[in-house]
């Protein structure tokens, strides 16, 4: 019990982290059971058979006893921490709030004091550990073992010890140890821990399997991809793990609080002795210290210092279970306060998934137009290069020169010729003639010339997510009425994909200095504050000049994803809106908890100062509304299962 409590000081650490005992009688419960029945005896024994010496109640040493099982683990602490400097923290001040009752012949309520405290610490033992559950399970998930492939035989393995491009096999039920390539032609998933999604993924070979994936079916063969410190699992847990240490502003105030709050009740109690001296005609010392010492119990500010960090980590463990990661508990509070979003297109309100749905040719057009085209397109990343390279699988010639113009296209130089493939910006841009007039709304047209001639276009489709209609009605249910799509893409395409999703605002062609310089101009204005969720290279300057920006962490670029301050695991957008409800129901548990701890706590000071309220009340107004607190805290937990 000793070393349990003396990991702990309210107004630092304060974590309750109770660790198992060596022994049985090391064991806190077991010690609170002792030190209850000895209770008894000493409180039925002194009722029945009452006899005192000097004055002094001839139980006085088994009520001695029963403190000392639950009462020495607290002194010692408070002394050492005293001895650190750390003097105002609740073993002070349970410490001098009991000593003081045993001196006033109050040994029952000394005892049942130091024994509920106790008592409380285990329940909020409890509640935490619960709390924490989230993350532990996340924890929990990372594979202990891999079986690479090394001489023809598969040996078992630390993950840490597996380098890239070695070949392992995962069995079936057996999570996926590190992040490679699918070398099988195509296995089924259970991607839950990673993205927080209970559908089973169909993966197909030379696709990215991740690690922490559980394989469902048959015994697959991988390639692995990047070493187990560079994993996507083992950088979401230690984006989780650090997201604690960044403390959201009300955590700050409140620690900052009980450090102030904690030695002014303490001078206030020490007052509360001495001035009725002065003021009371019939002054009774024992009366007065009484009262002092229900004050210092009833002023601990555990309640405050453990609830309403519990209440951000809890947060950070629901999102987490989700697919959604917080970089901290700031930004849970910060998206509360979000009242714009701003959506790219490509990839985080569509598919990103791209296909030729129409080829046009003009009359006399250089007749492998297409194939150089796709040559060029083949040296990008980009879904509507991809596209087009798979509409035309006839092989790729070498690219000799190329180069990618932001928001425009690609231009090169494929068998000595020069290839301009992009939109009507790009063609303008190089004074190409002979474009057609005709639009297609809702699609894509990539336009092509060869040798400064126009040949042909592309007309491909960009299919919209099936929940982003969701994300937009959410989001405006959550009271977020400034909802706006800004993207490369051409103005048609994304003006009639606002007027589907009913945006606000919907502007097309936008390269992306233009994103970045219009998220600003939002940020000028004081009531706006800014989100912006997008996926690729080119929107993480969006998302970094943001008040909060957000990752599509799906297809997202590595580059997205680490400038984001939250995390969506998965391409689906409406856990944008699933987010902001994590992060509001969090900061109003918070409020709850603050709101619950001073009106209780000034209410029994009062009464405690006035005579009215005694060691029971102060017990409650302590550890009870501490642990009431908490467990208010750990309910987040359930509200998002």
């Not at 994590?582 to 001073?598: C, D, E, P, Y």
């Amino acid at each position: 019990m000793a070393t349990n409590i003396e990991e702990n000081s309210c107004c630092e650490t304060h974590n309750h982290s109770h660790t198992k005992s060596n022994t049985l009688f090391e064991s806190p419960w077991l010690l609170s059971l002792l030190s209850f029945i000895l209770l008894v005896i000493a409180v039925s024994g002194e009722s029945m058979l009452p006899f005192h010496n000097y004055g002094i109640s001839g139980w006085l040493f088994v009520y001695l006893l029963a403190y000392y099982f639950v009462g020495f683990p607290v002194l010692r602490t408070g002394w050492r921490l005293i001895l650190q400097g750390d003097v105002f923290t609740e073993f002070f001040l349970m410490g001098i709030a009991t000593i003081g009752a045993f001196a006033i012949g109050e040994y029952p309520e000394a005892v049942v004091v130091m024994l509920f405290y106790t008592i409380g610490e285990l329940l909020q033992d409890r509640a935490v550990s619960k709390a924490k559950g989230n993350i532990q399970a996340l924890l929990d998930i990372r594979p202990d073992s891999a079986r690479v492939i090394r001489d023809g035989a598969s040996n078992l393995v630390k993950p840490e010890t597996v380098d890239t491009g070695e070949t392992i096999e995962v069995r079936a039920g057996e999570k996926v140890p590190l992040d490679a390539i699918l070398l099988s032609e195509s296995g089924t998933f259970n991607t839950a821990a990673i993205s927080g999604e209970s559908m089973p993924a169909e993966i197909n070979k030379g696709e990215e399997v991740l690690a922490g994936m559980v394989n469902i079916q048959d015994l697959i063969t991988l390639n692995v991809l990047r070493p187990f410190s560079e994993s996507s699992l083992q950088k979401i847990i230690l984006t989780v793990q650090e997201a604690t240490a960044k403390k959201a502003k009300t955590e700050k105030f409140i620690r900052k609080f009980a450090k102030i709050y904690t030695p002014i009740v303490t001078y206030l109690a020490l007052a509360l002795v001495i001035l009725p001296y002065f003021i009371v005609a019939d002054y009774a010392f024992s009366e007065w210290l009484y009262r002092a010492l229900v004050f210092l119990v009833i002023s601990c500010p555990c309640a405050l210092v453990i609830s309403i960090p519990l209440g951000y980590f809890g947060g950070i463990g629901a999102a987490s279970r989700k697919g959604i990661l917080f970089k901290g508990s700031n930004f849970l509070d910060l998206i509360t306060t979000i009242n714009t979003v701003v959506f790219d297109k490509t990839g985080t309100l569509t598919k990103g998934v791209f296909a030729v749905e129409k080829v046009e040719s003009i009359p006399n057009a250089d007749p492998e137009w297409q194939h150089l085209a796709a040559s060029l397109e083949s040296n990008t990343n980009h879904p509507i290069g991809k596209a087009i390279v798979k509409h035309l699988s006839d092989g790729a010639s070498p690219v000799t020169f190329l180069k990618e113009i932001p928001g425009k296209g690609l231009m090169g130089v494929v068998k000595h010729r020069r290839v301009l493939a992009g939109n009507r910006l790009l063609m303008e841009s190089q004074e190409i003639q002979g474009l057609p007039n005709e639009t297609y709304p809702n699609k894509t047209v990539i336009y092509c010339a060869i040798d400064e001639l126009f040949c042909g276009y592309f007309v491909l489709a960009d299919e919209v997510k099936a929940d982003a209609r969701e994300a937009f009605i959410s989001l405006r249910k959550l009271g977020i009425h400034n909802l706006m799509i800004f993207s490369g893409d051409k103005a048609e395409v994304v003006e009639a994909l606002g007027k589907e999703l009913k945006a606000d605002m919907a502007v097309g062609g936008m390269l992306p200095e233009e994103k970045l310089a219009k998220i600003e101009v939002l940020k000028e204005d004081p009531i706006k504050v800014v989100a912006f969720v997008g996926d690729g290279i080119n929107d993480a300057p969006s998302i970094a000049a943001a008040d909060v920006g957000i990752g599509m962490g799906g297809m997202g670029s590595d580059l997205a994803i680490e400038t984001a301050d939250v995390i969506i695991q998965t391409d689906h957008p409406s856990k944008v809106a699933l987010a902001f409800r994590i992060g509001k129901a969090t900061k109003r548990i918070v409020w709850q908890n603050i709101s619950l701890a001073f009106a209780v706590k000034f209410l029994v000071l009062a009464l405690g100062a006035a005579g009215m309220a005694g060691m029971w009340e102060a017990v409650f107004a302590d550890v009870g509304v501490a642990l009431l607190a908490i467990l208010n805290a750990i309910r987040i937990n359930y509200l998002f299962k």
